[in-house]
């Protein structure tokens, strides 16, 4: 074979592999490697391309980093027009709209089918694939028109460049919503204002900007999402009249479709799934604001008709916003486990997604300036997914008269030290260190919390209790309460007091990664002490380690490398460690290893339930993850298996339910062992 057949066989094969992941990722859920062997497959192909120009292709999965400023955007006409919904607030107009469409089909009290869905809180998008292959994607505009925005859906991985299978019709038009995930959106917030950028008020507002970006370039960093919900219209192939199977059918040609789609039998079906979707909505890693019922028999679609705008046979049952208005009355300042100091704003109380409000985080005194948010003012409150709620804005318009701008108070609301700026640095901060019974209470809630060293029983409550009345000063000094103390404490009877110290106790036994995220060293969240754990695999050897050395574990950057060298250089801190390992508290060992990627778990998440026998569910985790497994709270389609100890509860049958496999106490040990590790 000739050198370049070689090459060209290598590139193919490559595009054929990562494209295969792009779709084990985004459209089965399920991926089969790691991100990393990702990156490691996606930068060969770049490099190979890099040396042969000659094979450039606009479908090879490289392509998608955009391409140079367009000036505007092409108006493009939509063949079949891009229709809204109409909404439901309450059951009685699920029960109207069901009414409307039996009257309408004349099929008097029967049953009929809808498939439910999430409604996605992003922006229409209609991408056109001819012979397989994306040659546009337009917004959805006044449902006539739209933006040709071709170049930047190019750049989201969730969209195929190109479908497959058997199934793939000449041409056809697939609808859908284009949005960004909770996680995403902050940390594109953060860097925007880290470089003085547009910082955007909601994921939906940052989703519709990122995609109507005229610099294709800067919309391939967005952290953009496409899952498809319908059909415009199809030539080339006999669709199944079934709305359901319909869109299992694109799902089988490589397009996203959402995890939650389900078929569900007349009104009752569509109000049980909306229960059950809204008791999600908090753990969800993006936005929804509602769920979509659409009669599932395209037949009888077809015979319902549309009415102005909208459909008569499908309907958006809305859930309670997550963005109200309300008053601002003033501003309190909060004193957190680094003695920074963050506005929380108090407000009229309000609803908000279905949970009262009546604090929310203003951020920083920056952003206050920067939105210029007044007391007295009418704000918007967002409170969305399991992220505090905050103020996103002032509503200017309804402002009447000079109101003040909250002010920073010069010395700590709790010790009265002064209040200090780092240079360069947004938040300002009480001087008086541990003096500061603020930080102090912060710092031992935060050691008890549950993922830190899970104290059970010793709540925010008791801890400011033992800290006001001066029984601790130190995380250490908890393993020195004893029962008469405890006993002796507001609200605390003989037993809880017992039950306590059992719970002090226990937690001595714990793993090495949560012992460092409990220690609450600036910046050092669970996922950078894990990677601290596994990389140097004892506390001696990270309270010795350099800048450079912290340097060379993931996840650890400069200024997070400075903070755990600043921790370790007070021996206040250094005492803190050696007491508490003097008091016993200890974990598993880990082997260092150089890559996880190199593990024999690599690649393969695991759910823990239930009771094992001689380990608890962290230990279990520790010695999964030290293989280079994930191990993870909730199963889903792509857990690689659950295990399951004693009394095991739902997320057995959740696992059997979705076909993920249940190893039990031996089979877990199996597992282990065959991989090297012995547990006891
Ligand atoms: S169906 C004819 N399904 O909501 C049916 N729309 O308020 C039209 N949306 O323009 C849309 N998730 O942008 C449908 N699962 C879902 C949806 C969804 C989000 C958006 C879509 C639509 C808007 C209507």
């Known amino acids: 074979m000739a050198v370049s057949d070689q090459v060209n066989a290598e590139v193919?094969?490559?595009?054929?592999?990562?494209?295969?992941?792009?779709?084990?990722?985004?459209?089965?859920?399920?991926?089969?490697?790691?991100?990393?062997a990702y990156d490691r497959l996606y930068r060969k192909l770049q490099a190979i391309e890099q040396q042969h120009p000659e094979l450039y292709s606009t479908e090879s999965p490289t392509q998608r980093v955009g391409s140079p400023p367009a000036t505007?955007?092409?108006?493009?006409?939509?063949?079949?027009?891009?229709?809204?919904?109409?909404?439901a607030f309450d059951e009685g107009e699920m029960h109207a709209f069901e009414k409307r469409l039996l009257d309408k089909l004349g099929l008097g009290d029967q049953a009929l089918h809808y498939t439910a869905e999430p409604k996605l809180d992003g922006l229409a998008l209609s991408l056109l694939y001819q012979q397989g292959k994306l040659?546009?994607?337009?917004?959805?505009?006044?449902?006539?028109?739209?933006?040709?925005?071709?170049?930047?859906?190019?750049?989201?991985?969730?969209i195929p460049l190109r479908l497959f299978g058997s199934k793939v019709p000449s041409g056809i038009e697939i609808r859908g919503e284009v949005y960004m995930e909770h996680a995403g959106f902050a940390e594109l917030n953060d860097e925007q204002r880290n470089i003085g950028g547009k910082v955007f008020a909601n994921p939906r507002n940052a989703a519709a900007g990122s995609l109507r970006l005229l610099d294709s370039r800067i919309t391939a960093t967005r952290p953009l999402t496409f899952c498809s919900f319908g059909i415009g219209w199809l030539e080339g192939y006999d669709l199944p009249d079934s709305q359901y199977q319909r869109m299992s059918l694109l799902r089988s040609i490589g397009i996203p479709v959402s995890a939650y789609i389900e078929r569900v039998e007349g009104v009752q079906g569509c109000l049980d799934y909306y229960q059950r979707i809204l008791a999600q909505r908090d753990s969800l890693a993006f936005d929804i604001d509602g769920v979509v019922f659409k009669l599932d028999d395209t037949t009888q679609q077809a015979l319902a008709g549309n009415v102005a705008k909208a459909p008569r046979w499908a309907v958006a049952y809305k859930f309670p916003a997550q963005e109200v208005m309300t008053r601002l009355i003033g501003v309190d300042f909060q004193v957190g486990r680094t003695g920074a100091l963050t506005p929380v704003a108090r407000l009229e109380p309000v609803s908000v997604?279905?949970?009262?409000?009546?604090?929310?985080?203003?951020?920083?005194?920056?952003?206050?300036?920067?939105?210029?948010?007044r007391i007295g003012d009418m704000v918007i409150v967002r409170r969305a997914g399991d992220v505090i709620p905050e103020v996103v804005a002032p509503v200017v318009a309804q402002r009447t008269g000079e109101l003040p701008l909250p002010k920073m108070p010069e010395l700590c609301p709790v010790c009265r030290s002064d209040v200090v700026r780092q240079e360069g640095q947004a938040a300002y901060r009480c001087s008086g260190g541990l003096i500061c019974a603020a930080q102090r209470k912060e710092a031992i809630k935060h050691f008890a919390s549950r993922k830190a060293m899970d104290i059970e029983g010793l709540g925010d409550k008791l801890v400011e209790q033992m800290v006001e009345l001066g029984m601790i000063q130190s995380i250490s000094d908890l393993y020195h309460l004893d029962l008469s103390q405890l006993a002796g404490l507001e609200r605390m009877a003989e037993k809880s007091a017992s039950n306590l110290l059992q719970a002090l106790d226990t937690s001595l036994s714990t793993t090495l990664a949560r012992f460092i995220?409990?220690?609450g060293i600036r910046e050092v969240g669970e996922a950078t002490a894990e990677a601290l754990a596994l990389s140097f695999g004892s506390i001696n050897e990270i309270m010795q380690a350099d800048i450079e050395k912290l340097q060379q574990v993931d996840d650890v950057g400069p200024v997070v490398a400075e903070n755990i060298v600043f921790f370790f250089a007070q021996q206040s801190n250094r005492d803190i460690v050696q007491?508490?390992?003097k008091q016993g508290i200890h974990w598993p060992e880990i082997e260092v290893t150089e890559s996880s990627q190199k593990l024999p778990l690599a690649g393969l998440t695991y759910v823990i339930t239930g009771t094992l026998?001689?380990?608890?569910?962290?230990?279990?985790?520790?010695l999964l993850k030290a293989q280079g497994a994930k191990v993870s709270g909730s199963v889903s389609a792509k857990t690689s298996a659950v295990i399951a100890g004693a009394k095991p509860g739902s997320k057995v049958s959740k696992a059997e339910a979705l076909g993920v496999k249940v190893l039990d106490q031996a089979g877990f040990e199996s597992l282990i062992k065959i991989n090297g590790v012995s547990i006891d």
């Open 135 to 158: 040659v546009r994607a337009a917004t959805r505009g006044d449902g006539k028109s739209g933006e040709d925005i071709t170049a930047n859906a190019r750049t989201l991985p969730s």
């Open 353 to 373: 997604g279905g949970v009262k409000v009546s604090n929310a985080t203003l951020h920083n005194m920056d952003e206050i300036h920067r939105k210029d948010i």
């Open 12 to 36: 193919s094969s490559l595009r054929d592999e990562i494209n295969t992941h792009n779709h084990r990722y985004y459209v089965l859920d399920d991926p089969q490697i790691t991100d990393q």
């Open 517 to 519: 995220f409990a220690l």
């Open 579 to 581: 007491n508490l390992i």
């Open 613 to 622: 026998e001689g380990l608890s569910r962290d230990q279990a985790a520790v």
């Open 72 to 87: 505007h955007f092409k108006t493009v006409e939509h063949r079949m027009p891009m229709l809204s919904l109409d909404n």
